[in-house]
């Protein structure tokens, strides 16, 4: 299968070309090509692929809530020119989008957001990533649309690496205990999307790693595992920690179309061990 990957030199993008190696890949990084450039469009089509997938995003969520604007250019009209290439080329997409398409007032209701639940997102990131899946369903019938949560992972940052620079930068954390979702490990979710591509069973799904906590509690794990358990973690709330975005309070997702194709993914503590397991503790 010939596979172009957008944002490939990312944290998701980088672990996709590991486990796909055995496709036909033409990767695009950010010095390659700019999504939000019409020319992305010839670009992606003179690959003659048979699969985008689409990880390139500007993933900045209070870059976004800054300037929504660039945004919308990458991740909306961005998504739109890749699903455009898809169209011209005959080819499949994959476009990964994320739990921020959700309000996060789920509860008291449920506590996981289905693939069928209703979007509402509250903030300019989640905004932007609807658009995109709009644009997807609008433009192709071939398509998967993954959401993910909370990625970490061996390459880039991540609140992982974040949390362990601080710990060692100030020697205590304070992290909110009032924001809730899914840790996805990036190895885990790019298996899994090597799955479901080969079922071209096509829709939405959401792929994260089985189970959910709060940022606090996420804190507490890491510091454990990383050798760092002396290090206190005070539990605040978000109202205590000024940012300019909102995210979603509450939204672990469940994998409920993924699962029905035999594709799931491990509890995120295993996922986080496993993490700590072929890494270096203090990276």
Known sequence: MRVVVTGADGQLGTEICQTM???????????DCDVADLRIIEIIRGFRPDLVIHTAALTDVDGCALNPERGYAINALGTRNVALACQRANAEMLYLSTNEVFDGAILPKRTTYYEFDRPNPINAYGMSKLAGEAFV???LSRFYIVRTAWLF??????????????????GRLRVVDDETSSPTYATDLAGALGKLIETHVYGTYHFVNSG???RWEYAKAIMELSGRGHVPVEPIKSSDFARPSRPPPHSPLHNFCGESLGISLRP??????AYFSTTEKGC
């Open 212 to 214: 959910g906590c709060s």
């Open 268 to 273: 995120w503590q295993e996922a986080l061990a």
């Open 153 to 170: 992972g061996r390459f880039g940052m991540n609140f992982v690496k974040k949390m362990m620079a601080l710990a060692d930068q100030h």
């Open 137 to 139: 369903q609008m433009l």
């Open 21 to 31: 190696a055995s496709h036909d890949l033409f990767p695009l990084t950010i010095t």
